[in-house]
Protein backbone atom coordinates (compact mmCIF):
# COMPACT_ATOMS: atom_id res chain seq x y z
CA UNK A 1 0.00 0.00 0.00
CA UNK A 2 1.04 3.83 -0.47
CA UNK A 3 2.06 5.23 2.58
CA UNK A 4 2.38 8.91 3.16
CA UNK A 5 4.33 9.96 5.99
CA UNK A 6 4.40 13.59 7.77
CA UNK A 7 6.32 14.77 10.69
CA UNK A 8 3.50 14.11 13.95
CA UNK A 9 4.44 18.05 15.14
CA UNK A 10 5.90 21.17 14.12
CA UNK A 11 6.61 23.84 16.23
CA UNK A 12 6.97 27.80 14.93
CA UNK A 13 7.10 31.10 16.47
CA UNK A 14 4.29 33.47 15.12
CA UNK A 15 5.71 35.74 11.91
CA UNK A 16 8.01 33.01 11.52
CA UNK A 17 7.93 30.20 8.39
CA UNK A 18 6.17 26.76 8.81
CA UNK A 19 7.00 23.84 6.50
CA UNK A 20 5.34 20.63 6.94
CA UNK A 21 6.30 17.82 4.61
CA UNK A 22 4.42 15.05 2.96
CA UNK A 23 7.13 12.20 2.30
CA UNK A 24 6.31 9.01 -0.48
CA UNK A 25 8.39 7.05 -2.51
CA UNK A 26 7.63 9.12 -6.22
CA UNK A 27 5.19 11.48 -4.74
CA UNK A 28 6.57 14.40 -7.33
CA UNK A 29 4.16 11.84 -9.74
CA UNK A 30 1.19 12.48 -8.05
CA UNK A 31 -1.13 15.33 -7.29
CA UNK A 32 -1.12 16.45 -3.49
CA UNK A 33 -3.78 18.00 -1.72
CA UNK A 34 -3.29 19.81 1.61
CA UNK A 35 -5.97 20.26 4.73
CA UNK A 36 -6.10 22.35 8.02
CA UNK A 37 -8.30 20.99 10.52
CA UNK A 38 -8.81 22.85 13.50
CA UNK A 39 -10.38 20.68 16.74
CA UNK A 40 -14.16 19.98 16.32
CA UNK A 41 -13.98 21.09 12.71
CA UNK A 42 -14.41 19.49 9.55
CA UNK A 43 -11.39 19.69 7.32
CA UNK A 44 -10.88 22.66 5.11
CA UNK A 45 -8.71 21.87 1.65
CA UNK A 46 -6.45 24.63 1.73
CA UNK A 47 -4.18 23.47 -1.27
CA UNK A 48 -4.81 21.86 -4.33
CA UNK A 49 -2.66 20.01 -7.56
CA UNK A 50 0.47 20.66 -5.31
CA UNK A 51 0.52 24.51 -5.29
CA UNK A 52 -3.03 25.75 -6.25
CA UNK A 53 -5.26 27.53 -3.42
CA UNK A 54 -8.86 27.45 -3.08
CA UNK A 55 -10.61 31.24 -2.97
CA UNK A 56 -10.40 32.36 0.39
CA UNK A 57 -7.24 31.18 1.47
CA UNK A 58 -4.44 33.14 2.92
CA UNK A 59 -1.53 33.89 0.29
CA UNK A 60 0.54 32.98 3.25
CA UNK A 61 -0.51 29.24 2.18
CA UNK A 62 1.85 27.55 -0.76
CA UNK A 63 2.57 24.09 -1.62
CA UNK A 64 5.49 22.62 -3.47
CA UNK A 65 5.83 18.92 -4.57
CA UNK A 66 9.13 16.54 -5.76
CA UNK A 67 10.69 13.82 -5.82
CA UNK A 68 9.89 11.91 -2.59
CA UNK A 69 8.56 14.79 -0.36
CA UNK A 70 5.20 17.53 -0.97
CA UNK A 71 5.66 20.38 1.48
CA UNK A 72 2.91 22.94 2.79
CA UNK A 73 4.70 26.14 3.29
CA UNK A 74 2.88 28.51 5.66
CA UNK A 75 4.54 31.67 5.97
CA UNK A 76 3.90 34.65 8.64
CA UNK A 77 2.73 31.99 11.06
CA UNK A 78 -0.38 33.38 13.47
CA UNK A 79 -1.90 31.91 15.82
CA UNK A 80 -5.09 30.82 14.13
CA UNK A 81 -2.57 28.87 11.49
CA UNK A 82 -2.36 26.18 14.68
CA UNK A 83 -4.06 23.33 13.43
CA UNK A 84 -3.58 19.53 12.30
CA UNK A 85 -2.72 19.26 8.83
CA UNK A 86 -3.08 16.34 6.56
CA UNK A 87 -1.64 15.96 2.85
CA UNK A 88 -4.11 13.45 0.43
CA UNK A 89 -3.05 11.83 -2.84
CA UNK A 90 -5.42 9.82 -5.16
CA UNK A 91 -2.95 6.91 -5.88
CA UNK A 92 -3.94 5.32 -9.50
CA UNK A 93 -2.39 2.00 -9.07
CA UNK A 94 -4.89 0.91 -6.16
CA UNK A 95 -7.63 3.17 -7.42
CA UNK A 96 -7.47 4.39 -3.21
CA UNK A 97 -7.23 7.48 -1.68
CA UNK A 98 -4.48 8.38 0.69
CA UNK A 99 -4.03 10.12 3.34
CA UNK A 100 -1.10 10.97 5.39
CA UNK A 101 -0.93 10.54 8.95
CA UNK A 102 -1.38 14.81 9.91
CA UNK A 103 0.60 17.13 11.35
CA UNK A 104 -0.40 18.85 14.36
CA UNK A 105 1.36 22.45 14.15
CA UNK A 106 1.74 24.58 16.87
CA UNK A 107 2.40 28.13 17.38
CA UNK A 108 4.43 29.31 20.27
CA UNK B 1 -24.18 27.86 -0.99
CA UNK B 2 -23.00 24.26 -1.41
CA UNK B 3 -24.35 22.16 1.88
CA UNK B 4 -23.53 18.86 2.87
CA UNK B 5 -25.35 17.27 5.72
CA UNK B 6 -25.11 14.11 6.75
CA UNK B 7 -27.52 12.24 8.73
CA UNK B 8 -28.19 8.50 10.49
CA UNK B 9 -25.17 8.37 12.89
CA UNK B 10 -26.00 6.50 16.35
CA UNK B 11 -25.05 3.88 18.84
CA UNK B 12 -24.77 0.07 17.10
CA UNK B 13 -23.86 -3.23 18.74
CA UNK B 14 -21.15 -4.99 17.13
CA UNK B 15 -21.95 -7.04 14.07
CA UNK B 16 -24.97 -4.40 13.85
CA UNK B 17 -25.21 -2.56 10.57
CA UNK B 18 -26.30 1.28 9.87
CA UNK B 19 -26.96 3.13 7.20
CA UNK B 20 -25.95 7.01 6.77
CA UNK B 21 -27.36 9.25 4.57
CA UNK B 22 -25.89 12.73 3.19
CA UNK B 23 -28.49 15.09 1.57
CA UNK B 24 -26.80 18.06 -0.27
CA UNK B 25 -27.95 20.89 -2.22
CA UNK B 26 -26.33 24.09 -3.46
CA UNK B 27 -25.03 22.51 -6.63
CA UNK B 28 -25.45 19.94 -9.27
CA UNK B 29 -25.01 16.59 -7.66
CA UNK B 30 -24.69 14.19 -10.44
CA UNK B 31 -21.78 16.34 -11.99
CA UNK B 32 -19.59 15.69 -8.96
CA UNK B 33 -17.81 12.40 -7.63
CA UNK B 34 -18.57 11.94 -3.88
CA UNK B 35 -16.65 10.34 -0.95
CA UNK B 36 -17.14 9.32 2.56
CA UNK B 37 -13.99 9.79 5.19
CA UNK B 38 -13.98 8.70 8.32
CA UNK B 39 -11.87 10.16 11.72
CA UNK B 40 -11.92 7.69 14.90
CA UNK B 41 -11.27 9.67 18.15
CA UNK B 42 -8.05 11.37 18.71
CA UNK B 43 -6.98 9.69 15.04
CA UNK B 44 -6.25 11.18 11.40
CA UNK B 45 -8.56 10.86 8.49
CA UNK B 46 -8.87 7.84 6.75
CA UNK B 47 -10.86 7.04 3.29
CA UNK B 48 -12.95 4.89 3.27
CA UNK B 49 -15.50 5.00 0.19
CA UNK B 50 -15.88 6.42 -3.21
CA UNK B 51 -18.33 7.01 -6.15
CA UNK B 52 -18.37 8.18 -9.80
CA UNK B 53 -21.25 10.94 -10.45
CA UNK B 54 -22.79 8.42 -12.53
CA UNK B 55 -22.42 5.82 -9.54
CA UNK B 56 -21.58 2.91 -11.82
CA UNK B 57 -17.87 3.34 -10.44
CA UNK B 58 -17.45 2.65 -6.75
CA UNK B 59 -13.79 1.61 -4.61
CA UNK B 60 -14.13 0.86 -1.17
CA UNK B 61 -10.54 1.05 1.85
CA UNK B 62 -9.23 -2.61 2.06
CA UNK B 63 -10.54 -2.29 5.56
CA UNK B 64 -14.38 -1.67 4.68
CA UNK B 65 -14.45 -3.90 1.60
CA UNK B 66 -17.12 -6.59 1.67
CA UNK B 67 -18.70 -4.90 4.25
CA UNK B 68 -19.87 -1.49 3.50
CA UNK B 69 -21.48 -0.12 0.43
CA UNK B 70 -21.53 3.41 -1.00
CA UNK B 71 -24.58 4.72 -3.33
CA UNK B 72 -26.06 7.66 -4.58
CA UNK B 73 -29.52 9.19 -5.92
CA UNK B 74 -28.67 11.79 -8.16
CA UNK B 75 -32.89 12.42 -8.52
CA UNK B 76 -32.26 13.44 -4.86
CA UNK B 77 -28.73 14.74 -4.29
CA UNK B 78 -28.01 12.41 -1.94
CA UNK B 79 -25.31 9.93 -1.14
CA UNK B 80 -25.66 6.81 1.25
CA UNK B 81 -23.29 4.29 3.04
CA UNK B 82 -24.57 0.85 4.15
CA UNK B 83 -22.77 -0.02 7.16
CA UNK B 84 -22.59 -3.74 7.77
CA UNK B 85 -20.97 -6.31 10.05
CA UNK B 86 -20.07 -2.88 12.54
CA UNK B 87 -16.28 -4.03 14.44
CA UNK B 88 -15.42 -1.17 17.30
CA UNK B 89 -12.51 0.05 14.98
CA UNK B 90 -15.56 1.66 12.59
CA UNK B 91 -16.19 3.73 15.75
CA UNK B 92 -15.24 6.91 14.21
CA UNK B 93 -17.01 10.52 12.88
CA UNK B 94 -18.20 9.94 8.76
CA UNK B 95 -17.70 12.47 6.51
CA UNK B 96 -19.91 13.26 3.53
CA UNK B 97 -17.09 14.68 1.05
CA UNK B 98 -17.46 16.22 -2.72
CA UNK B 99 -14.91 15.72 -4.90
CA UNK B 100 -13.49 18.83 -6.98
CA UNK B 101 -11.92 17.94 -10.59
CA UNK B 102 -8.09 17.80 -9.20
CA UNK B 103 -9.38 14.63 -6.97
CA UNK B 104 -9.14 16.98 -3.96
CA UNK B 105 -12.32 17.25 -1.37
CA UNK B 106 -13.70 20.82 -1.08
CA UNK B 107 -16.54 20.71 0.61
CA UNK B 108 -17.33 18.62 3.66
CA UNK B 109 -20.33 17.61 5.99
CA UNK B 110 -20.42 18.17 9.79
CA UNK B 111 -19.95 14.41 10.23
CA UNK B 112 -22.11 12.18 11.05
CA UNK B 113 -21.04 10.34 14.66
CA UNK B 114 -20.64 6.36 14.55
CA UNK B 115 -20.42 4.58 17.53
CA UNK B 116 -20.08 0.83 18.04
CA UNK B 117 -20.12 -0.95 21.59
CA UNK B 118 -22.05 -3.70 22.98
Known amino acids: SYVLTQPPSVSVAPGQTAKITCGASNIGSNSVHWYQQTPGQAPVLVIYYDSERPSGIPERFSGSNSGNTATLTITRVEAGDEADYYC???????????FGGGTKLTVL | QVQLVESGGGLVRPGGSLRLSCETS????????MSWIRQAPGMGLEWVSSIKSSGTTVYYADSVKGRFTISRDNAKSSLYLQMNSLRHEDRAVYYC???????????WGQGALVTVSS
Open chain 2, 26 to 33: GFIFSDYH
Open chain 1, 88 to 98: QVWHGSSDHVV
Open chain 2, 97 to 107: VRAAGSGSYDY
